[in-house]
């Protein structure tokens, strides 16, 4: 009966999670302060790269960093209630047997339900309640994922999708290029892990990419999620990437 409790907290966080993943904020801003619907115009997306082209760039930014938010707010606070609550931490099942194995250190339920915190908000990010299950196409919160677990994706996303934009000038090109990346950094980083997890020394080391050991450790909920997130991302971008293909793909212009 404690593991059906247990099961119900994890589903309940991830609702909350689904439902704050789904609130649609280029939809309001564009509302409260163009009177204008994104969704109407240009690619209508409401995303925020479209929020950009239909409402101006100061709007698409702001609509970014929201996204972002929506998945950083949610995932931060389940992580210090179900790392640093006791309470929680013992009803989860919890002990202090930091052992570390092929899976993750310790017990791994408090983990689960981390991951399922930041994959039900990109679920809600592009698939929104309140959208009629529509919604953006899951860049904002898959890299959103990506920075609270690693500041590797400043380094890794940000060149690559900054250099792949200034070259081909494609924001969809440069999204896929990049979240793939970090997938495969996901992943690679994983690997090591599970090969040397007896290793206290490389354990250490690789968990210092993770936020320098102060966020979530590396293990096989990492690499699942961010593989879950991006195949979601790329199923969205299928209208864009049969437009690369044809050579139709709207440039950005604002780059040289």
């Known amino acids: 009966m404690q593991y059906f409790y247990r099961f119900l907290v994890i589903i309940a966080f991830g609702l909350i999670a689904y439902l704050f993943g789904s609130i649609p904020n280029s939809v309001l801003i564009g509302k409260l302060f163009f009177k204008k619907d994104p969704r109407d115009e240009g690619s209508h997306n409401p995303g925020g790269t479209n929020a950009g082209r239909v409402l101006g760039k100061k709007a698409g930014v702001a609509v970014i960093l929201l996204d972002g938010l929506k998945i950083v707010l949610p995932l931060y606070t389940t992580f210090f209630l179900f790392t640093k609550c006791e309470p929680l931490m013992t009803f989860m099942g919890y002990t202090t047997n930091n052992d570390f194995n092929v899976f993750g250190i310790g017990n791994t339920l408090c983990e689960l339900i981390i991951y399922v915190v930041a994959l039900a908000g990109i679920i809600g990010h592009c698939y929104s309640v309140f959208l009629k299950f529509g919604g953006g196409k899951a860049v904002s919160t898959y ?103 044809e050579g139709t793909e709207l440039k950005i212009t604002w780059m040289k």
């Open 143 to 245: 890299l959103g994922t990506g920075c609270c677990l690693s500041y590797m994706t400043f380094i890794l996303c940000g060149s690559i999708f900054f250099g792949t934009l200034k070259l081909k000038k494609y924001v969809s090109l440069s999204s896929l290029l990049c979240t793939a990346a970090f997938t495969l950094f996901s992943w690679i980083l994983y690997i090591i892990y599970a090969c040397n997890y007896s290793n206290i020394d490389v354990i250490n080391t690789l968990n210092c990419l993770m936020w320098f050991g102060n966020g979530p450790s590396i293990c096989i909920y990492f690499p699942l999620t961010m593989t879950i997130g991006n195949i979601i991302l790329v199923i969205k971008h299928i209208p864009n990437i049969k437009r690369l293909k």
